[in-house]
């Protein structure tokens, strides 16, 4: 089976932080993607890569950056963490496109204080 | 706008009894359609998914959904409820301007009383 690994299960943080999200998938998948989940609202796509050092802006992209220099891990990054951004960060890849359906990881529960 | 729709925020069922989770989605065309299932502190599993072929897909845990384009549904039905089913279900959708991002619903939560 595919592992997507998210480094953190909880973090907490402060206002104004630099905030590192790490994602490690193991099967060689071209595509990764992260979601925040909020209740009531599902999730919302922030950011995916179809290819090392390639990225494209999801829905909610204001506030994050992504990073990917390796084909295996995809890095979400907080410049100047803020309040509004506590939430639950998803991390998923796939192999083939949005249809073929994707393999998540276990999230990450950011508080921002 | 490609959109999807959960009809209910939570279903609260017994043990034993049918389980119907409502989805519809509007689209202009025949969009590929998943459920995904979220148990407490885990990540999201496929259950199934839908593209064009058979219109009632099967999927794991006894689940199954039928694609209606008349009505544009996707509900998600079992015939017994089991207490592992109880979870957060989200019904969704690729769009059509990429086959990579998918569009999820807010999400159902499943409970079931002993």
């Known amino acids: 089976d595919v592992k997507v690994t998210q480094s953190s299960r909880y973090l907490v943080k402060r206002t104004g932080e630099k905030v590192f999200l790490e994602c490690v998938q193991d099967?060689?998948?071209?595509?990764m993607f992260w979601y925040r989940q909020d209740p009531g609202l599902g999730l919302r796509l922030i950011y995916f890569?179809?290819?090392?050092?390639?990225?494209e802006k999801g829905d909610i992209p204001e506030g994050y950056s992504v990073s990917r220099e390796k084909k295996e891990r995809f890095s979400l990054i907080l410049e100047s963490a803020s309040t509004n951004q506590t939430s639950m960060y998803l991390c998923?890849?796939?192999?083939?496109?949005?249809?073929?359906?994707?393999?998540f990881g276990s999230g990450t529960r950011l508080t921002v204080v | 706008a490609q959109s999807v729709t959960q009809l209910d925020s939570h279903v609260s069922v017994s043990e034993g009894t049918p389980v119907l989770l409502r989805c519809n989605y509007s689209?202009?065309?025949?969009?590929?359609l998943f459920w995904y299932v979220q148990h407490p502190n885990k990540g999201l599993q496929l259950l199934l998914k839908?593209?064009?072929?058979?219109?009632l897909v099967k999927g794991i845990n006894g689940f199954e959904a039928e694609f209606k384009k008349s009505e544009t549904s996707f509900h998600l039905t079992k015939p017994s409820a089991h207490m592992s089913d109880a979870a957060e279900y989200f019904c969704?959708?690729?769009?059509?301007?990429?086959?990579?991002?998918?569009?999820f619903g807010s999400g159902t939560r499943l409970l079931v009383r002993p």
């Open positions: 689209s202009s065309y025949s969009p590929s």
């Open positions: 839908y593209t064009s072929a058979a219109t």
């Open positions: 099967m060689d998948h071209e595509n």
């Open positions: 890569s179809y290819d090392v050092k390639m990225k």
């Open positions: 969704v959708v690729t769009p059509p301007d990429s086959s990579y991002k998918l569009i």
């Open positions: 998923a890849s796939s192999l083939e496109g949005g249809g073929g359906g994707y393999t």
